[in-house]
């Protein structure tokens, strides 16, 4: 009958561990309709996840002490596991959040880079690449301005 074709093709495309729980479904029907359910949990799992996921991105923080590229390590794991569950996290999320949790010491150059570039064109990696090119001349400036004892000198 089709209904045991319909079985019989269902379960011939399937991998082993999705053939394990739909082996005894005594219908084409009953398969699929298990099927489905199995999916649409699923589904709904990735979702909650995805949602997780975004919550955790919302509040990250970078913290005073924190490198750069420490910080900037943790925002890309992040969007490799938004991809990962299908999700999207693009470079104007990224760079928006990235700017919005800067430290104090950054403002000045968060500023210009709002000032002269489209926030919505700028490359992810672009505004981390200004922003370290900023950190690395505050830390050389910093470091060149210790005397030989190590103290800090003011200018």
């Known amino acids: 009958s089709k209904d045991k074709k319909a079985r019989s093709h269902l379960l011939q ?4 561990d999705l053939l394990m729980r739909v082996a005894k479904k005594k219908s084409g029907k009953e398969v699929w309709d298990s099927l ?5 949990g699923v589904d ?17 923080r970078m913290k005073e002490d924190e490198t750069l590229d420490s910080y900037t390590g943790r925002l890309m794991a992040m969007s490799v596991k938004f991809s990962n569950l299908g999700g999207t996290l693009d470079d104007v999320a990224l760079v928006k959040k990235l700017f919005d949790i800067m ?3 950054f403002i000045n150059v968060v500023a210009g880079i709002e000032q002269f570039f489209d926030l919505l064109k700028l490359a992810f990696e672009e505004a981390v690449g200004r922003l ?6 505050t830390w050389r400036g ?7 004892s190590g103290q800090l000198l003011l200018t």
């Open 36 to 40: 489905k359910a199995w999916f649409v």
């Open 103 to 105: 430290p104090n010491c």
């Open 142 to 148: 910093a470091r060149s301005v210790k005397s030989d």
């Open 13 to 16: 495309c399937l991998p082993d």
């Open 132 to 137: 370290k090119a900023f950190e690395d001349r």
């Open 44 to 60: 709904r799992v990735k979702e909650a996840r995805l949602q997780t996921l975004k919550s955790e991105f919302d509040a990250q």
